[in-house]
């Protein structure tokens, strides 16, 4: 095999360790155009109640238009996002064992005795039945849990939990440690029913490809379909599979079209279990993400950033020597020499490998710092304390006497005075007599970190959220149980139990939007927007000239 014909596939490896280390999978979520407003009342509405407390006016409603353009582009961004993960997942298939032998003998029976145009046209029609069958099992999974589920599962402990267990089954299998594998009657009936003929045997076909590829394809749809029901999109999960089924229908019927690309594949050989363990690994490293979710929303606090980076730097590691023939699994071919390609590939993951090792001392690590833990759980962080100049009290003023309510489990990034209670928030900016931000966030929200590591720690902008603003910070997935007084019956008959709950709820029914991060620029006397609310936008440029208008229509009030 040329080291050309290496380059071209191992090309495809690299840019698939990279879409899934470098691309942040998005937690935005929006309300749809038809969506109603759910008051939040005991005997009075909950916002109405917080108002009065504190002296304000009762909040109205902010319309559904008010956002639309953030909702439209976080739909947008989210759909394209997910159908990417999956496309680039199907072509990481593509090399799986499983797959990559079957691709010249189905070809073949394409071609064999027909006439080009017939072996395309059965070609296309088997890659649309792939489609298909993928697209139906994404649809399944939205009716199956639901779309209030789906919203859900980006925040839920035991699903997170669950989804990290099963990240972890899904490398072990990658390993080499067992196969998963659907019943053996699944595949022979299939494949009997195939032996029909015309188009009931090409879907047929197309069946007995998903059901005998699942032992190399299952994990990779497992972590598809985990990511895009995290999404809380409603299609999310039919469009990531088409993403996935697309890549692998495409080279079916390009090879029918064009039978004489198919000698340039190379041929089937141990190379192809080295692209399964290589993305075990990956499927090891994402794992831990989804256990960092647990871990903040009830606040463990045993898995900081510190650990987190240390099991990525390790697996990362291990990744590197393996592809340097230094690490062996159970199914791996004797590696005679390192290849050209696969040492340029150890280099690109070694070199990833020591980009984090600066993270232990709280480098911001912003390539990946949607996934990474929030730098507030570094126990030993040198980033900060050069970021802010100075304390952050003597930036902000006077604090309240005082700790800020519920300071003992949250904590602020980068240092900011921030509030984590509206009330609070609101009562200290009327003392202020500053314009309050409102950072609609949470715990597992990747966004959210992004613009804290991206966005935040400009000067330009920090200085204006920590010296003109009040910042004040919602979680709405956190699980920490409010105090027997604050517990709200929504209008809906739900119990806001939580902080998550009160936030969440707070959010959907006076902002119209369950977007995180939402950020709402507020003058705390009216409780009313002083500009259009907007999601992330990981432009400085922009996201200044968002608070500068804050400002302005603050000075101007």
């Known amino acids: 095999m040329g080291d050309m014909r290496k380059i071209k596939y191992v090309s495809i490896l690299v840019f698939c360790f990279l879409a899934f280390s470098f691309h942040g999978f998005s937690q ?10 759910t008051e939040i009342k005991t005997s009075v509405d909950s916002a109405t109640k917080i108002n009065d407390s ?124 067992f196969e998963l594998t659907l019943p053996s009657s699944w595949v022979n009936k299939m494949d009997a029913k195939s032996d029909k003929g015309g188009i009931a045997g090409l879907f047929f076909m197309a069946g007995t490809l998903a059901l005998v590829s699942f032992s190399c394809t299952g ?18 999960p039919a469009i990531g599979m088409f993403g996935f089924s697309l ?22 050989g141990g190379w192809l279990n080295s692209v399964k363990v290589v993305l075990g690994f990956l499927e090891l490293a994402f794992a831990f993400k989804f256990l960092s979710n647990v871990d903040l929303a009830y606040h463990w606090e045993w898995f900081d950033r510190e650990i987190f980076l240390v099991l990525w730097i390790v697996i990362f590691a291990m990744m590197g020597f393996y592809l340097l023939g230094k690490l062996k699994f159970s199914h791996d071919s004797p590696l005679a020499y390192i290849s050209v390609p696969r040492l340029f590939f150890s280099v690109i993951v070694l070199s990833f490998t020591v980009y984090l090792v600066p993270g232990l001392w709280g480098a911001p690590l912003k390539s990946v710092s949607a996934f990474l833990p929030p730098m507030e ?12 100049g100075g304390s952050p009290e003597t930036q902000q003023g006077t604090l309240l006497d005082k700790p800020h309510k519920y300071s003992d489990i949250f904590h602020s990034p980068l240092k900011l005075n921030a509030f984590f209670d509206y009330q609070e928030g609101i009562e200290y900016a009327r003392k202020m007599k500053k314009p309050v931000l409102i950072d609609f966030t949470g715990h ?43 517990v709200i019956i929504s209008s809906a008959g739900r119990k806001l139990n939580t902080i998550g709950k009160k936030w969440s709820d707070l959010q959907a029914s006076k902002f119209n939007s369950n977007s995180q991060p939402f950020y709402v620029l507020l003058d705390p006397v009216t409780a009313q927007p002083l500009v259009s609310p907007q999601g992330a936008d990981y432009d400085i440029s922009n996201y200044k000239k968002f608070l500068e208008a804050g400002l302005l229509a603050f000075q101007k009030g």
Do not use: H
């Open 377 to 388: 759980t570094q126990d030993f962080d040198l980033y900060t304390p050069s970021l802010i």
């Open 219 to 236: 994990p990779i749809i497992g972590t598809l379909l985990v990511q895009a029901a995290t999404t809380g999109a409603l299609l999310g």
């Open 54 to 177: 504190v002296g304000v006016k009762p909040y109205k409603p902010v319309l559904a238009n008010v956002n639309r353009k953030v909702v439209e582009k976080v739909e947008k961004t989210t759909f394209w996002s997910i159908f990417i993960s999956g496309f680039v997942g199907g072509l990481a298939a593509l090399l799986m064992p499983c797959i990559f032998p079957m691709l010249p003998l189905t070809v073949s029976f394409f071609t064999k005795g027909a006439e080009k145009g017939k072996a395309f046209s059965k070609a296309a029609l088997y890659g649309f039945f792939i489609i298909l069958i993928y697209v139906i099992l994404g649809l399944l999974v939205t009716v199956v849990f639901g779309a209030d589920a789906l919203n859900s599962l980006s925040t839920n402990g035991l699903f997170n939990f669950f989804f990290f267990l099963l990240l972890v089954v899904f490398a072990a299998s990658f390993f080499g440690a």
């Open 444 to 486: 597992a929200c990747v966004n959210c970190r992004k613009m804290e590591a991206n966005v935040w720690p400009d000067s330009d902008i920090y200085k204006m959220i920590s010296q003109d603003y009040v910042l004040i910070q919602l979680y709405v997935d956190d699980k920490s149980d409010v105090a027997p007084a604050d």
């Open 247 to 268: 890549a692998l229908a495409i080279p079916f019927a390009l090879f029918a079209l064009f039978p004489s690309a198919m000698n340039a594949l190379p041929k089937s």
């Open 28 to 37: 935005e979520t929006s309300v749809p155009d038809d969506a109603a407003f």
